[in-house]
């Protein structure tokens, strides 16, 4: 069964630091990787996927992650964190057909002013 | 437009007792999944429902079932509730049943068993 670790839970960055969040993943076959935030208060929301083509992905707000298949890694980034990016934050995978997601135990991201 | 709405926002059950969580997708969407999201872990997957047929379950017993109607609207029922019930339940939906389309994620029913 597939399976995704998140190795940091908790965060403290200053404002306009640089962002890396780690996520590996247990799978051997062809996946689809995603990362999901969750703002306090408000509903799980997508940051950024990929299936396939181009490993650098771009997603909203200035994220990127970057899958390397030799490293089973999707980690996400962000060159300069504001406060308003305070957030859990948890990646997930699909190695399946249908749609299901496998998520992380996520990251607690604090950004202090 | 209309996210996924759930309801009841927040349920307190003793144990032994049943619960039915309701979900209504986006509209326009065809499927719904499920997920238990314990406090302080990842949401973990339950079921799949798309065009009213189960097409995902996850590790989960048997006390545990959903259903999908014409609407696309889903019912999430929990028999025999144990207190590692306790969870927040997420509903989401999307257009088709696979990839490539987004799952949109509700706001939750926070489950409390006592």
């Known amino acids: 069964a597939q399976s995704v670790s998140q190795h940091n839970h908790h965060v403290i960055l200053s404002e306009a630091a640089s962002l890396e969040l780690g996520c590996n993943y247990s799978y051997g076959g062809t996946v689809n990787l995603f990362w999901y935030v969750q703002y306090p208060g408000q509903h799980l929301q997508l940051l950024l996927k990929?299936?396939?083509?181009?490993?650098l992905v771009k997603g909203i707000k200035g994220f990127e992650a970057e899958f390397i298949k030799s490293k089973f890694s999707f980690n996400l980034r962000k060159p300069s964190v504001q406060w308003s990016d305070t957030a859990e934050y948890f990646c997930a995978v699909n190695a399946n057909a249908g749609n299901m997601l496998t998520f992380g135990g996520g990251t607690r991201l604090m950004v202090k002013p | 437009d209309a996210g996924v709405t759930q309801s009841p926002t927040h349920l307190i059950k003793t144990r032994g007792q049943h619960v039915t969580l309701r979900c209504s997708p986006i509209s326009g969407h065809k499927s719904v999944s499920w997920y238990q999201q314990v406090l302080g872990q990842g949401p973990q997957f339950i079921f799949q429902?798309?065009?009213?047929?189960?097409?995902g379950r996850g590790n989960f017993p048997d006390r545990f079932s959903a259903r999908q109607f014409p609407n696309y609207s889903s019912e999430l029922n929990v028999n025999a509730l144990l207190l590692g019930d306790s969870a927040l339940y997420l509903c989401a939906s999307s257009l088709e049943g696979g990839l490539p389309y987004e799952q949109y994620f509700g706001p939750g029913t926070r489950l409390t068993v006592t």
């Open positions: 429902y798309y065009e009213k047929e189960e097409r």
């Open positions: 990929y299936f396939s083509g181009d490993p």
